[in-house]
Nanobody, 116 residues
């Protein structure tokens, strides 16, 4: 069983930055693909970014490409999402998901609010 916990959300003005953290338990953390997704009120949950497992590749949604950066520190079992040049439309609850083959684990989410 893997436990996932997000942190780092908050209120920021447009153009500002935040760094979210996703901490996960488990000895095989480095093998997990870690995804960030977000869900705004009245909208479906959408993909933001992913750091793949052993391959270490990263992919981003077009809406955040060039502004957000996902990195991972396997020694700390943590993945970060650095969010720069934030826009009001980035406001959402951000969720972290850890996935390895058929196993998928979710955190409780962290709220990000960007004021205009």
């Amino acid at each position: 069983q893997v436990q996932v916990a997000e942190s780092g959300g908050g209120l920021v003005q447009a153009g500002g930055s935040l760094r979210l953290s996703c901490a996960a338990s488990g000895r095989t953390f480095s093998s997990y693909a870690i995804r960030w997704l977000r869900q705004a009120p009245g909208k479906e949950r959408e993909f933001v970014a992913v750091s793949t497992g052993s391959g270490g590749n990263t992919y981003y949604a077009d809406s955040v490409k060039g502004r957000f950066t996902i990195t991972r520190d396997n020694a700390k079992n943590t993945v970060y999402l650095q969010m720069n040049s934030l826009k009001p439309e980035d406001s959402a609850v951000y969720y972290c998901n850890a996935q390895l083959r058929s196993s998928s684990y979710w955190g409780q989410g962290t709220q990000v609010t960007v004021s205009s």
